[in-house]
């Protein structure tokens, strides 16, 4: 039975109450689930959302195609854009006793016994359907109701009972019995710089059945393949992952201590070297990827974290087992890893048990409890298919009561930094070497990061009689002579926020040839208020190019910013240099110092003396720029006003589109090869928060990011009649194009599948057709761009038949169809 996949129209859409059980939950779905998929895109994690209770692809029932772009989504790409997968499927398992039986409602399982099991189902139609929001005012879900920049709320329970969809417990050979729950799963992102590294997800766990849910438990199950998506996707990409845990790191923040974090972890054995480059390349899977524990509405919890490998046969299963006189060995049935059957998973979900990390398999534990390493233990040790579950509990759930847990999934980068290391240093009877050289420290950054965007340290979110901002403590540096009084805990009450920079603006980009004109209106930008200072802190604009849509890629090109100044007061009372707490504009200081006022004149090396005639606070002073004070918009090559004569107090001066024309900005970038598209964006910046210990935060360039031709637009072709010309013509198989960088740019496919015939001066909507000269259609292009835009001009060919074969040297003939009429030519194919 096929099931009916839902994809996100690009409208907005409604909402509907959370947490209420969709209509079905407890009876058979009168259709079939409305399963889906959404991806998070707006930082550096490219995580995959599903709506029956995982995040991933791994057992997505079609194609996972990202509904907004159309291209196949990844599990995990991480970074974003860089077509490095790092994992399949990272699933919810919640076990529980319901009277006198033992009941595990699994969203996937992932063995080779049961791979298909999948217990968790949205509800069919409307109800079943993803929801998504975001805080950016200019996005297309923009809600008042948003958590996030990007938020994907998604609902599913455990009580379908279709036998289609449904499959019998191949150990206890019986149906699925439901826990009775209904699971409303949102998961938050955001794309500040601290907070680009993970994504949060947060479930609220209903009890909707009769019964109470005793000694519950809650495991996350992943198996996270790591590999660049050039690879095989076979033995050199999901058989040689590592995984473990991590209890504590040290702090990132302050030397000498240490934070619980309680981490699973997944990585790619080595970081996959290069040969050809020598070390490490674009390919290359330096990072990890981790599972962390958030917040559980209990401090007195069972941790366990088991890991096993498999593929996906009985001869080659197995993991880690602790026998103890209080823990007798319990047989899993043919394996010795994979627990197969609602009894042997409650058994894992919760018994206690921190298995040792992967790479020590070969190496006896026999000491502390477990049973010896197996046959094939080496090669386990070296990497493997490996899969862990990260469970914790216990928990009591009444009928119709709500459990909250959120968990995060982290990543970080740098994890392996020496291409040779494992090559040189690792063996698995002593891997101990080759671990030691293991950086978590960018993974324990983000995973502070994760847990401060959830609970704020230092801020009291519900305002309560007792003013409690958390916990805090005097951190004494290393060399024991200074030491600072900070937050290091919130108050306890979710707040799912953090400072933030201004939004970015919306982005319009028009197209000249050799030219893009960068148009942006500002208002909503530079009137943002702080969440926290209760302030309007906008900075100031800066503008980026980049030749592929990878963070990495973009270099600055231009940047505005107000002039202000940071002003700095000698407190003789406490002998130190304090600061303002926001900087002062140069207008502001004017006011206070004299219309003459020049604070660049007064450094930490010549302050302002007390009895200098322009103090009046008779306190030495000096002032420092904040950022580079490029305040010139009067200058047409760099970001520059539309309308310098607009008035800012005139709210009646507005463009066409409704922006007031005060804020209307432009920025030129010429002598740009038409040939080649670009990306380009814009961000915006504040000045930071002292109070929070954050320097200047600056929106995402991947907020309004846009691709780019430097032709004619649309509006050219059709009111000049431009004719339509085709580019490279002839295409030479000996041309070089992907080395210049006019095709295959991001290296994921064959040279024969990346090729590239570009058609330009196309009006908005038109039909390409490709014919061999004896008149059979080769191949036949919809070209439909009824808004226009900065793409809209232009059409690509990979020089693939209809028939899905590359052609073959040849001259061939083109035609363009159109309300403009019909244009035929020529192109020359030579391999």
């Known amino acids: 039975m ?11 859409r409604p909402d509907f109450r959370l947490l209420q059980p969709p209509s079905a939950l407890a009876k058979p779905s009168a259709g079939l689930p409305n399963v889906s998929l959404e991806v998070h895109k707006i930082n550096r994690m490219g995580l995959a959302i599903t709506n029956n209770g995982y995040f991933g692809t791994g057992y997505f029932p079609t194609t996972p195609l990202d509904p907004e772009t159309g291209k196949q989504a990844l599990a995990c790409e991480y970074p974003l854009n860089s077509d490095i997968e790092t994992l399949w499927i990272g699933a919810l398992w919640i076990g529980a006793v319901v009277g006198r039986d033992t009941l595990v409602s699994t969203a996937a399982e992932d063995f080779y016994l049961s791979s298909n099991i999948v217990e968790f189902w949205p509800d069919a139609g409307e109800a079943g359907r993803i929801i998504r929001r975001s805080t950016q005012p200019f996005s297309r879900y923009y809600s008042t109701e948003a958590v996030s920049e ?4 998604v609902q599913y329970t455990d009580t379908l009972a279709d036998p289609s969809l449904i499959s019998m417990d191949p150990m206890d050979n019986r ?6 729950i209904a699971v409303t799963q949102s998961s938050y992102a955001w794309s500040y710089p601290y907070a680009e590294d993970f994504v949060l997800l947060d479930y609220k766990i209903k009890n909707i059945g009769p019964f109470p849910l005793k000694k519950l438990y809650i495991g996350i199950l992943v198996d996270a393949d790591v590999y660049h998506i050039s690879q095989d996707g076979g033995t050199g990409s999901w058989l040689d992952d590592i995984c473990g845990y991590k209890e504590v790191i040290p702090s990132p923040i302050w030397p000498g201590y240490e934070d619980t974090v309680r981490v699973a972890w997944t990585a790619d054995n080595d970081g996959d070297p290069s040969v050809a480059a020598g070390g490490y390349d674009f390919s290359s899977c330096t990072g990890v990827a981790a599972t962390r524990v958030i917040r559980t509405p209990s401090d007195s919890l069972r941790y366990s974290f088991n890991w096993w490998v498999t593929d996906y046969s009985t001869n080659n299963d197995w993991g880690p087992r602790q026998v103890t006189a209080d823990k007798p060995f319990r047989s899993f049935g043919p394996t010795m890893g994979s627990p197969v059957g609602d009894r042997n998973k409650y058994y894992v979900l919760s018994t206690p048990e921190t298995d040792y990390d992967q790479m020590e398999s070969a190496v006896p534990h026999t000491g502390a409890g477990w049973l010896p390493p197996p046959r094939d233990a080496d090669d386990y040790a070296k990497g493997q298919n490996s899969i862990y579950l990260l469970s914790f509990g216990p928990f009591d759930v009444a009928p119709e009561s709500v459990l909250p847990v959120t968990l995060s999934y982290i990543g970080g980068e740098n994890f392996h930094h020496n291409p040779r290391a494992f090559e ?5 009877l002593a891997p101990g070497p080759y671990q030691s050289q293991f950086d978590f420290s960018d993974l324990g950054l983000n995973s502070m990061w994760a847990d401060w965007i959830y609970d704020n340290p230092g801020y009291d979110t519900d305002n309560d009689a007792k003013h409690d901002s958390g916990l805090a403590r005097w951190f004494v540096n290393t060399t024991g002579t200074d030491s600072t009084y900070a937050f290091f805990k919130g108050d306890g009450v979710p707040d799912f926020r953090g400072a933030a920079p201004p939004p970015s603006p919306r982005l319009k980009v028009l197209t000249e040839y050799g030219k893009l004109i960068l148009r942006w209106n500002g208002q909503t930008t530079e009137n943002a208020v702080d969440i926290f200072s209760k302030t309007k802190d906008f900075e100031g604009y800066k503008v980026y190019y980049g030749e592929d849509n990878r963070f990495s890629d973009f270099v600055l090109l231009a940047t505005y910013d107000q002039r202000d100044y940071n002003r700095y007061q000698w407190n003789s009372l406490l002998q130190r240099w304090e600061n303002s707490p926001a900087p002062l504009t140069y207008d502001s200081l004017q006011i206070i110092y004299g219309a003459a006022f020049d604070p660049d004149l007064y450094t930490a090396e010549s302050p302002m003396a007390p009895d200098d005639p322009q103090n009046p606070d008779n306190v030495y002073t000096y ?6 004070n490029q305040s010139d918009l009067s200058n047409p090559t760099g970001i520059h006003r539309v309308y310098p004569e607009a008035d800012r107090n005139d709210l009646a001066d507005t463009t066409e589109e409704g922006y007031h024309r005060y804020y209307e900005y432009e920025y030129v970038i010429d002598n740009l090869p038409p040939s080649r598209p670009v990306y380009v964006a814009v961000t915006a910046f504040d000045y930071g928060s002292r109070s929070y210990f954050l320097t200047a935060l600056e929106s995402s360039v991947m907020t309004n990011a846009t691709l780019a031709y430097p032709m004619a637009g649309t509006d050219a072709v059709e009111n000049e009649g431009l004719s339509v010309y085709v580019f490279p ?7 070089g194009y992907a080395r210049a960088g006019y095709e295959n740019r991001d290296r994921t496919k064959s040279a024969e599948r990346s090729r590239a015939v570009h058609f330009a001066n196309l009006p908005r909507i038109c039909t390409i057709r490709i014919y061999t000269v004896s008149g059979d259609l080769v191949q036949q292009i919809d070209h439909y761009q009824p808004e226009g835009g900065p793409q809209a001009m ?38």
Do not use: C
């Open 623 to 628: 002032f420092t720029p904040q950022d580079w």
């Open 794 to 831: 232009q059409e690509t060919w990979n020089l693939i038949s209809r028939n899905t074969q590359a052609i073959t040297t040849g001259l061939y003939i083109w035609s363009v169809t159109s309300p403009m009429g019909d244009q035929l030519g020529k192109l020359l194919i030579i391999k």
């Open 150 to 153: 990007e938020d994907i709320i």
């Open 729 to 735: 013509n002839p295409y030479r198989i000996d041309g």
């Open 175 to 180: 149906p699925h019995i439901p826990l009775n």
């Open 424 to 428: 040189d240093i690792f063996t698995p």
């Open 2 to 12: 096929a099931l009916l996949i839902a994809s996100a129209p690009l409208a907005a």
